[in-house]
């Protein structure tokens, strides 16, 4: 199949937060110039002279809006160079409220993009001095307010179980999302990753994360949030295609450093640093670090794990047909060691209930 979602990776942020371990990084002088040239060759490299028509791209990080806009038009001229969109694709970009600018709104206006993810994080000050964040709360409701006022459908990336964060204050952050206006709202649990500066946290001080999902569970929907995903709520029709994507097994291009790809089968992934990305793609290879031939197997386990991450779950009829009876059932077996309170199993298939999805990670870890 020829992949019809594509995932840029920009790996620089202004600051890195406290609790971040993803691919990014302040830039030094030029780094953003050599990103973008890489990023071209990379496309020229992988596709060579193929023009794949998507249904979705997403543009992430790290932060995006650490491109200046006409670093941005620079990036946009690239894409448009080596991609068609189909009629109605969902283009969403991530954006912090503390770059996020009028410029960088217009061009994402004129060119495709109908979605932005602003990574809010809190409503509390004091949690987001904690956290690194480069923003406050005011920050983050003018930047809602201006995506919102260009007609974009807006989303924010909401994190819980912060150090000494209380329920209550968690309970205000969470009223306040569901009153901005916004059509998706994401929710991450506070984990302790190792490399960066709260590595060494004790989880004592960490607030009650089961609490806190357990709330956003009940309380969402009756803000006409519906969870669709482990993570994410959003309004009926506004649930993110791209991440769908993921969850359903379908092939995707990554690009970029760190960026991962899905295709025929293999999995790989590109350089997380910057300076070895480019250099592979100067020397005319593409910047693959490491790869994986999924076997059929393991491609059903993950399958499974994936679909589980969705309210709709496995459907027993798709999986059969392309992963076979035999995992189906092992997929069964593996789901039937825990209380029947976390699952629902029947002809249609498996489904985790809210409970089930409190303490999902156990149950995916039974799975693989």
Known sequence: MSPKSLYIHVPFCERKCAYCAFASAVPKKGERGLYLEALAREFDIRLRGTRPKLETCYVGGGTPTALSPAQWNSLVATVEKHFDFAPAAEVTVEANPNSLTAEHLKIWRDWRVTRVSIGVQSFDDAELKLMGRLHDADGARRAIAAALSCGFDVGADLIFGLPRQTFR??????REAAHRGLSHISLYQLTLEEGT???SLDEKLLGDGYAAYRW???YLPRRGYAQYEVANFAVPGRESRHNANYWREGEYIGAGPAAVSYTAGLRSKNYGSLARYAKSLEEGALPIEESEELTAEKSAREAAVLALRMTEGV???NF?????????RSVCSAMQKFPRALYEIDNRGIRLTKKGMRVANIIWSEII
């Open 320 to 328: 059969i047909k392309r992963y076979g009876e035999k995992n189906y």
């Open 197 to 199: 500066p709260w590595a």
């Open 315 to 317: 459907f027993a009829e």
């Open 216 to 218: 956003a569970q009940w």
């Open 169 to 174: 204050g968690w309970g205000l952050t969470l």
